[in-house]
C-alpha cells in the first residue's frame, strides 16, 4: 500500500469501536513507561507487537491506533510495521511459516528449504493456503545460524535443521493439530477483523 493510499485509508474509514483493548493500551503504557517522557515514540516495535498480539494482524486502522497514541504520523508507523517481516499486514493463516534465507541458512540449503516448503504448499512468499492453515514468509536472521536451516512457526516455535523430511513432519503435525483442534488459537486473535 503507498503511504499516500495508506493515510487517506486511516483518515476515511476511522474505526467504528476502538482498535485496540484497554488492556493492550495498558501494555503499551508499560513499553512507553521505559523510555523517557519526550521519547515515546520509541515504544513503536513494542506497541505494535501487543496490537499484533491481540488483533492477529495490523489493519491500517491499527496502524493509525498506535500512531494516534504514540503521537507518531501514520506513514511512519506504517513505514516500520512494513519493514519489518514479524509484522502481519494481511490477516495471517493458522500457522505463519518463516523461513530464514540470510547467508548462514542460504549455505545450509536454506534456499533449497524455502524452494520446497513453497512447492509443498503451492504458495509463494507473503501468501496463505487457499484453507487458510499457512501463511509463508521470507525471514531474516533469527540468530540461530547454527541450526541452519531455521523457521519459525507463529513468531515462537524456533524450528531448527529444517531439510525436506523435516519440513514434511512439520506440516503433518501442523495439519494434524489444525483436525484435532478447528478452533483457531493463533496469537490471541481478537474477533474476524
Ligand atoms: S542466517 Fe538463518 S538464523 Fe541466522
Known amino acids: 500500500m503507498s503511504g499516500q493510499a495508506f493515510t487517506q485509508l486511516s483518515i476515511t474509514e476511522r474505526p467504528q469501536e476502538p482498535a485496540l483493548s484497554a488492556q493492550a493500551y495498558e501494555k503499551i503504557d508499560r513499553e512507553i513507561a521505559k523510555y523517557p517522557s519526550d521519547q515515546k515514540q520509541s515504544a513503536v516495535m513494542a506497541a505494535l507487537t501487543i496490537a499484533q498480539r491481540e488483533v492477529g494482524w495490523l489493519s491500517p486502522e491499527v496502524q493509525a491506533a498506535v500512531a494516534t497514541y504514540l503521537d507518531m504520523p501514520a506513514i511512519a508507523v506504517h513505514e516500520i510495521a512494513s519493514f519489518y517481516t514479524m509484522y502481519n499486514l494481511k490477516p495471517p493463516g493458522r500457522f505463519k511459516l518463516t523461513i530464514c534465507t540470510n547467508l548462514p541458512c542460504g549455505l545450509r540449503n536454506g534456499n533449497q528449504s524455502a524452494r520446497y516448503l513453497q512447492a509443498k504448499l503451492g504458495i509463494g ?15 531474516e536472521c533469527m540468530g540461530a545460524c547454527g541450526d541452519a536451516p531455521v523457521m519459525i512457526v507463529n513468531d515462537h516455535r524456533m524450528c531448527s535443521w529444517m531439510s525436506n523430511d523435516r519440513i514434511d513432519a512439520l506440516i503433518d503435525e501442523l495439519r494434524a493439530a489444525a483436525s484435532d483442534s478447528p478452533e483457531p488459537k493463533q496469537m490471541g486473535k481478537k474477533g474476524e477483523r
Open 125 to 139: 512468499f507473503n501468501d496463505t493456503t487457499a484453507d487458510g492453515l499457512f501463511t509463508l514468509k521470507e525471514g
